[in-house]
């Protein structure tokens, strides 16, 4: 055994790294801590072996590793340079790649290529390091966006992201925003949040700088990490703990110019989605936890995305998601058709508390081949010592062929007790009846789509005349609202006069952009106040303003995989634009010549090599942004799957049979799937009109 390698020996401590001995004299390599030395030793005849000897061997491994790259007369940037590590398939189950099994399975594809050609790598469950190429991905997307929104006078500053529970406290988030705000406690027990968003934060800014409308208005973003405890992370980047997010505030003295900077912020987006190439719908959405009166997404259609979006097909071009979308069955549209009002609105009625029970049983047992009963509870986000509000028993009544959308039950519910709420389901009528013979200070609420009310349901929920006025302390609630979710094929509901009624198509989307228009929903409750012209305080309005950059990166690697399982990223955000691929004839290829012709014609490719890598590289749209494969004895096969992992949008090969029978050199455009045989002369020249191409294109989105 190696009990000692220097005068002094060496102690456990100073070892980073041991690999174990094995009888076949393979090498232990260890690190000195102290000294940074590599000292390289077989376990047996470690005393006898000379100076001679290791200087040979150190000799030999220094040709073999000069034999398998190339020599450049300048420095380039080089495939065997970058940090690009492949995961092989093969490798998943093994020890060299421990829990990767877990990480992938059931997972999409986008995460699985993004994890096995090197891009990212899981360090806990939804927490990603971004490799060295990933990086330079997220770097360009960063700069996009940075210059679309300073094009409109957004102003970058830096957040930070551990926040008191004070400035939470103040809005109520600090209660409201439920197990997904991660939360934690300093050595003196003060209470933080890290932050999911920083409209607090920001607003808290903003109160202790801007006074006067005279610096009016203000867009401020800041592009950094959040954090979500979400319940379960999946498919990689699109739903993590931790992700990498562009936020952006904006404050003014009125509504009309709030509603200005949002239309002006949506056009900022469009001109980023756009400058990617991206299919995306602009939808209308939901608030949720944010707030506010409007809000629009940014959806990219995909078939693995978690949200489903819906589409008006006549020229109004209504867009929306599921959970704020309006659409009617088409029998219930032909019979409601000359009163869809009634079917939109939203209507509160009461029944005797006492007469729920039996209610629900005669349309369980006379009904059940038309509607469907579910059965869930609420109770308020914040409670109120002594009070019962927001706490009740939620019965729901859809058509049979009908589900209901949580987050429209969940707006209901809270427009009717007045207070946010949680809903849970607890099941089915059937099920869940005895819900009702519990003792309890809730309520009875009813919620009933619009669509599954006809003349049998009204005549068992109602009095003779369709509704019962009576409001007492033994009164149970019936509210009649849209709750169903849109179905392909629905008629279109929305309210835009114009709207030809057509169908709706319905299709799955990634969010990777939301808007908010915010009003005084922050600005109020922390009594911000600036002066305006007249020397009068008043409250500012606020607008607010995401996009996902990690979940973009992803996205991004969704949409552009290529059928041999690769990739082709845009030419504005790969890593590289161009990879130049010299394939080395083996010796076998070339037997026929004498060993100095042998020689000179690989040189001939590597030299020319190096010579298009440069000229190209000189080129205003790939200067550095080209890559030069300089592996020499890799298979041409090999090298070509690395290309597609690398995903470049151009690349020019160097073959034994096109360049050297014909002084020919291959130009794979990648992006429209074309390859072609030129001189080299007429290479630059392509890949000038690309460069041109490139400037004309990314100057229509102002970028």
Known sequence: MLKRLVSGGINNNQFVKRKVLSEKKNPIIIYNNNKYNLFKAFHTNISNKTNEE?????????????????????????????????????????????????????????????????????????????????????????????????????????????????????????????????????????????????????????????????????????????????????????????????????????????????????????????????????????????????????????????????????????????????GFPSTIYEANKDSLDKLTKVETMNIDDNSVGEKLDLIFNQLNDKVQIFVAATKPKKHVLRSTVGYSKIFIIVRKEDSFNEVKLNNILERVSGVDVEVTLLGNWENQKQILGTKSVTSNILVVDSSAIDNDLSSILFDESGMNTTNTPNSAKVVKAMIRNVSNGDICGHSNPNCKRSELSCKKGIEVGHVFYLGQKYSEPMNIKIMDEKSKKIIPYMGCYGIGVSRLFQVLAEVNRTKEGGITWPMAVAPFRAVIVPLIPNASMLAHLPQEEQEAKKNLIMETSEEIYHKINSIEAFRNEVLLDDRIKERAFSKMLDLGRVGTPYAVELNAKTFLENGLVTVHDRVSGTVQEMSVEDCYKFFKIASDNYFERMSKFNL
């Open 54 to 326: 290791t200087t040979t061997n150190n000799n030999a491994e220094k040709e073999t590793i000069d034999n398998s790259f190339m020599k450049t007369k300048k420095p380039v940037n080089r495939f065997s340079s970058q940090l690009f590590p492949l995961i092989k398939k093969s490798m998943v189950s093994s020890e060299s790649a421990p829990g990767l099994a877990d990480e992938l399975q059931g997972t999409i594809e986008s995460h699985a290529f993004l994890t096995y050609s090197g891009y990212i790598k899981q360090i806990s469950s939804g927490v990603f390091t971004y490799l060295p190429v990933a990086n330079r991905i997220m770097e360009k997307l960063i700069k996009i966006i940075d210059k679309s929104l300073q094009n409109i006078n957004c102003q970058k500053l830096t957040m930070p992201s551990l926040l008191p529970k004070e400035m939470w406290e103040e809005t109520g988030r600090w209660t409201t925003s439920g197990p997904e705000l991660v939360k934690l406690r300093d050595r003196k027990n003060r209470e933080y949040c890290l932050a999911p968003t920083h409209e607090e934060c920001i607003s808290t800014i903003f109160k202790s700088t801007v006074f006067s409308y005279k610096n009016l208005p203000v867009r401020l973003y800041q592009i950094g990490t959040k954090y979500r405890d979400e319940a379960r992370p999946r498919y990689g980047l699109l739903r993590a703990k931790e992700f990498v997010m562009k936020d952006l505030y904006s404050f003014d003295n009125s509504k009309e110019a709030t509603l200005k900077t949002y239309f002006e912020v949506v056009e900022a987006y469009k001109a980023i989605f756009d400058s990617l190439n991206l299919n995306y719908a602009m939808v209308e959405a939901d608030s949720g936890n944010i707030g506010g009166e409007l809000s629009h997404e940014f959806q990219v259609v995909s078939e693995v995305g978690e949200d489903h979006i819906c589409h008006c097909n006549c020229e109004v071009k209504y867009c929306a998601n599921v959970e704020k979308g309006v």
